[in-house]
């Protein structure tokens, strides 16, 4: 089978794809000249949208592969009126994501955020045990499985759930309790860790009528998509409530325009998307199975 890849890297790491050519496949690259008609699978990340003109595009497609866990630059509902499939890679991530997410925690707890310049600043990293927290875990079941596996692992916490795609029945772990009122969620919550897709009814999930329900030292971790956090009130939140903090590693506008009033805040840490970004989970985010 042909396979076109449509993306250079980093995105798409080519040197995880070799194991196609050993099995007698031949893989094109960007700017190969190639003939389409003969392209049996394209394979994508997320710059390239694959919309209706470049389906068509090629005449004898049969399979899509998105490296990566989201799927939202691709028309699926056409595909799936073109009998094409689409295969993706979902869960690889999700042991990087738990990871990041645990230390991001402590770290927010610990207060490592802080600059020290002499041993009498050891005060201000006066800090919140883990222990008997009330963690909010929103959304997405395969990584919050790992997240909770990880965290409960420091003795007591409570385990908050909010998630349109359960019920309390998916749950049988008695220190995790099932709420329907969001609100409610925002005022019991210690740490909030946000797993939630980019949809019209998530945006602006947390908007400052939220903020408000907060208490005065939550610790809010945002690994999933932006735009489901209001920025600016989050940036107001947060220079009002200075033993409140973040980490952020995804923001309106990427990969380089986040507000420069992030720079002027001392509770809040930023990375550049580098939630998923593990050699183990890049690696398994190339490996596909293949159907003939």
């Known amino acids: 089978m042909n396979f076109h890849i449509l993306e250079s890297y980093p995105n798409i790491n080519h040197k995880y794809l070799d194991y196609l050519k050993k099995n007698w496949h031949k893989i ?36 899509v592969f998105r490296v990566w866990v989201w799927v939202e630059n691709i028309d699926i509902n056409y595909l799936t009126k073109k009998n094409i499939i689409l295969k993706n890679t979902p869960w690889v991530n999700s042991q990087a994501v738990a990871e990041l997410v645990l230390w991001w925690i402590l770290s927010l707890l ?29 959304w997405f079941w395969a990584i919050w499985k790992k997240i909770y596996n990880l965290i409960n692992t420091f003795w007591e916490n409570n385990f908050l ?18 709420v329907k009122d969001k609100k409610e969620l925002f005022k019991k919550s210690d740490i909030i860790s946000f797993h ?12 400052w009528d939220d903020f408000m329900l907060l208490k005065n030292n939550i610790k809010i971790v945002n690994t ?10 989050l ?34 840490i930023i990375t550049p998307h580098i939630w998923a970004m593990t050699k183990e989970s890049i690696k398994k985010m190339h490996e596909f199975e293949i159907y003939f």
């Open 110 to 138: 610990r207060k490592t955020y802080k600059k020290w310049d002499n041993l009498d600043d050891r005060f201000l990293f006066i800090w919140d045990e883990l222990s008997n927290k009330t963690i909010w875990i929103v």
């Open 224 to 233: 999933s998509r932006w735009w489901i956090i209001n920025e600016y009130d």
């Open 28 to 63: 094109f690259l960007p700017f190969d000249d190639i003939s389409k008609n003969n392209i049996d699978w394209i394979i994508v990340r997320s710059k390239i949208k694959v919309d209706k003109k470049l389906i068509d595009s090629y005449i004898n497609l049969k399979y």
């Open 196 to 207: 939630i897709p980019l949809l019209e009814n998530t945006k602006d999930f947390l908007s």
């Open 235 to 268: 940036i107001k939140f947060l220079k009002q409530n200075e033993e409140s903090s973040a980490f952020i590693d995804t923001w309106e506008w990427e990969p380089w325009n986040y507000k420069k009033e992030f720079n002027d805040l001392k509770n809040i």
């Open 161 to 178: 759930i909010y998630d349109p795609f359960l019920n309390p029945s998916d749950f049988k772990e008695s220190n995790i309790i099932f």
